[in-house]
């Protein structure tokens, strides 16, 4: 699976409908500063789901619309299409060819799309989390993320690797079992603790009985 196609209208920048086209190979976007090379990198990070406006470089959700420049007037919504070849089948879906799209609305309402049909976020999450490419993975590295990285502490850095490997939920699902295992451990100390303290008045019934016992035996003679 590779990204083929990115589509941008009204996205912060992008006024008019842009469209980027990729190979399978690696693909490098130039230009100087200030050009929207780092918007490009934005747009496929909200049409994935994205919802950090840090990770956006955004102070709320509208400044992803195009606010005007020039003669250019403002927006009012803000659409990204991401288009992905899946002739791997590496996305659960029967299809060769993927579509993602997103709009946004100066009035908060967002939509979700998938080859063209809408979704919802959570739907939209779930599938890309099976490809590892979903908001919370680490498929997009943004500017300044290695530096990040660099400095984080050996325990920080082994968790973003566990979680970028797909090995947090797995130490979850340990940590819960053991939690689980300690919680059945103390219910089963407390069961004999109370097994301990009938047994007495558990051998009082059984003499109890035997001597009852007894005593019919003698009585039926």
Known sequence: MYVK??????FKSFAQETTFEFGSGVTAIIGPNGSGKSNVADAVR???????????????QEDVIFSGAGD???????EVTLTLDNGDGWLPLDFSEIQIGRRAYRDGDTEYLLNGSRIRLRDLNDLLQKANVGQNS???MGQGMVDEVLSLSPQDRRSLIDEAADVK?????????HNRLASTR?????????????????????RQANRASEHRELSAR
């Open 72 to 78: 250019s007037a403002p927006l009012g919504m803000a």
């Open 186 to 206: 103390e219910n089963m100390a407390k069961v004999q603790i109370i097994v301990d303290e009938l047994e007495p008045r558990l051998r009082l019934l059984r």
């Open 46 to 60: 909200w049409v994935l789901g994205e919802q950090g406006l840090r990770l956006l470089r955004a102070r709320k």
């Open 5 to 10: 196609r990115l589509t941008l209208q009204g």
């Open 138 to 140: 680490y498929a997009i």
């Open 169 to 177: 939920p797995f130490r979850v699902k340990i940590a819960d079992a």
